[in-house]
C-alpha cells in the first residue's frame, strides 16, 4: 500500500512542477508559489547552468549556450508546438490505453470511443489554424488600412513610425521583436503557437483556449465515470459493507473506495487528477482574456497601462 501511496506523491509532484514550468507565468498565478517555481525552473536552473557550462568550458561553452539560448527564447522556432503535441498525442494514448478497454461501461456508451478521438482532433485543428494564420501583420502594402481602422486618439496613442520596420504605426499595434513584424491590436507573442497573437487570429486563440478547456473537462469527466462504473460493476461497495461489514456511510466507505481505485486504477487517476489540474488552468486563463476582449483591451496594454 505504501508502494501506490508514494507512486500517488510522485506523480502529484510530477505535475505540480509540469504545471508550473508550462503555466507559471500566467497572471493568474502572479505572486504565488507556482510563479516561484517557475522563476526557479526557467531563470534559476539557466543561470547555474550557465556559470557551470562557463566554469567549466570557458567562453567557447559560453558562446555556442548563448547561441542555444537565442534560437530557443528570441527567434521562431517549433519547440514548445512539438512538446504541445507530444502532451496531447501521450496523453491521449495513455487514456486509450488505460481507459478504453473500460468503454462501453455502465455509464459510457461506445460513442465516446469515436467522440474523444473527434475532440481531440478539434483541439489539434484549432492549434494549427492560429499557429499558422496572419495574427495581422502590418507593412507597406496595409498600413493605410490599419492606421483608419485603428486611428490615434493623441491620448494613450500618438503618430509614430515603428524604427525597425520604417512605417507609420497605428495605435494598439506592437513590433514583435521575437518575430520581427508589427502586428495590428498586439496581444502577445505565443510561445506555443510560435506565433503572436493578434487583430486577425484572437478569435482562433480564444476558440482554442475555450475547446481544451472543455476538452480536458470532458476527459476528467469520462475517466471518473469509468472508475464510477468499475464501482458498480464489480460491486464493490455491496462487497465492503456485506463481506467486510463496513458501515453504509460516506466517511465509514470513502477511504477503503480510494485505498481500492489507488491500488486498481493508479493510471487513470493520474490522468483524471492532470486532466482536472490543467482544465482548472485554462478555466482561468480563458476568463482573463475573455476578460480583455469584453473590456476591449489586449494582455500588452493591460501589462503597460
Same mark, same amino acid.
Given at each position: 500500500?505504501?508502494?501506490?501511496?508514494?507512486?500517488?506523491?510522485?506523480?502529484? @509532484?510530477?505535475?505540480?512542477?509540469?504545471?508550473?514550468?508550462?503555466?507559471?507565468?500566467?497572471?493568474?498565478?502572479?505572486?504565488?508559489?507556482?510563479?516561484?517555481?517557475?522563476?526557479?525552473?526557467?531563470?534559476?536552473?539557466?543561470?547555474?547552468?550557465?556559470?557551470?557550462?562557463?566554469?567549466?568550458?570557458?567562453?567557447?561553452?559560453?558562446?555556442?549556450?548563448?547561441?542555444?539560448?537565442?534560437?530557443?527564447?528570441?527567434?521562431?522556432?517549433?519547440?514548445?508546438?512539438?512538446?504541445?503535441?507530444?502532451?496531447?498525442?501521450?496523453?491521449?494514448?495513455?487514456? @486509450?490505453?488505460?481507459?478504453?478497454?473500460?468503454?462501453?461501461?455502465?455509464?459510457?456508451?461506445?460513442?465516446?470511443?469515436?467522440?474523444?478521438?473527434?475532440?481531440?482532433?478539434?483541439?489539434?485543428?484549432?492549434?494549427?489554424?492560429?499557429?499558422?494564420?496572419?495574427?495581422?501583420?502590418?507593412?507597406?502594402?496595409?498600413?493605410?488600412?490599419?492606421?483608419?481602422?485603428?486611428?490615434?486618439?493623441?491620448?494613450?496613442?500618438?503618430?509614430?513610425?515603428?524604427?525597425?520596420?520604417?512605417?507609420?504605426?497605428?495605435?494598439?499595434?506592437?513590433?514583435?521583436?521575437?518575430?520581427?513584424?508589427?502586428?495590428?491590436?498586439?496581444?502577445?507573442?505565443?510561445?506555443?503557437?510560435?506565433?503572436?497573437?493578434?487583430?486577425?487570429?484572437?478569435?482562433?486563440?480564444?476558440?482554442?483556449?475555450?475547446?481544451?478547456?472543455?476538452?480536458?473537462?470532458?476527459?476528467?469527466?469520462?475517466?471518473?465515470? @469509468?472508475?464510477?462504473?468499475?464501482?458498480?460493476?464489480?460491486?464493490?461497495?455491496?462487497?465492503?459493507?456485506?463481506?467486510?461489514?463496513?458501515?453504509?456511510?460516506?466517511?465509514?466507505?470513502?477511504?477503503? @473506495?480510494?485505498?481500492?481505485?489507488?491500488?486498481?486504477?493508479?493510471?487513470?487517476?493520474?490522468?483524471?487528477?492532470?486532466?482536472?489540474?490543467?482544465?482548472?488552468?485554462?478555466?482561468?486563463?480563458?476568463?482573463?482574456?475573455?476578460?480583455?476582449?469584453?473590456?476591449?483591451?489586449?494582455?500588452?496594454?493591460?501589462?503597460?497601462?
Amino acid at each position: 500500500m505504501e508502494v501506490e501511496w508514494l507512486l500517488v506523491i510522485h506523480g502529484l @509532484v510530477t505535475l505540480l512542477v509540469l504545471v508550473s514550468f508550462l503555466c507559471g507565468q500566467w497572471p493568474i498565478f502572479d505572486g504565488t508559489f507556482i510563479q516561484k517555481i517557475h522563476f526557479f525552473l526557467t531563470f534559476g536552473v539557466c543561470d547555474y547552468f550557465r556559470r557551470f557550462v562557463g566554469a567549466v568550458f570557458g567562453q567557447r561553452g559560453s558562446n555556442a549556450l548563448f547561441c542555444v539560448e537565442y534560437y530557443c527564447c528570441d527567434r521562431p522556432n517549433p519547440i514548445l508546438q512539438l512538446i504541445y503535441l507530444g502532451i496531447i498525442g501521450a496523453s491521449y494514448y495513455f487514456i @486509450v490505453q488505460s481507459a478504453f478497454k473500460y468503454i462501453p461501461g455502465y455509464y459510457l456508451g461506445e460513442v465516446h470511443r469515436y467522440t474523444s478521438l473527434l475532440a481531440v482532433g478539434g483541439g489539434i485543428l484549432l492549434f494549427l489554424l492560429t499557429s499558422f494564420s496572419d495574427p495581422g501583420t502590418v507593412n507597406i502594402e496595409n498600413v493605410s488600412q490599419y492606421l483608419s481602422a485603428y486611428p490615434y486618439d493623441n491620448i494613450i496613442f500618438s503618430e509614430k513610425e515603428c524604427p525597425t520596420c520604417k512605417i507609420p504605426k497605428p495605435a494598439r499595434s506592437k513590433h514583435c521583436s521575437i518575430c520581427d513584424r508589427c502586428v495590428a491590436r498586439f496581444d502577445h507573442h505565443c510561445g506555443w503557437m510560435n506565433n503572436c497573437i493578434g487583430e486577425r487570429n484572437t478569435r482562433y486563440f480564444m476558440a482554442f483556449l475555450l475547446w481544451h478547456f472543455l476538452l480536458c473537462l470532458y476527459g476528467t469527466v469520462a475517466i471518473g465515470l @469509468v472508475l464510477a462504473g468499475r464501482l458498480k460493476e464489480l460491486r464493490v461497495i455491496d462487497i465492503l459493507t456485506v463481506y467486510y461489514g463496513f458501515e453504509n456511510s460516506f466517511s465509514s466507505l470513502a477511504p477503503h @473506495v480510494v485505498a481500492w481505485l489507488l491500488d486498481s486504477y493508479n493510471t487513470q487517476i493520474l490522468i483524471m487528477v492532470f486532466l482536472a489540474i490543467v482544465s482548472m488552468l485554462l478555466a482561468g486563463f480563458l476568463a482573463y482574456h475573455t476578460k480583455l476582449c469584453v473590456t476591449n483591451t489586449t494582455t500588452n496594454e493591460g501589462s503597460n497601462p
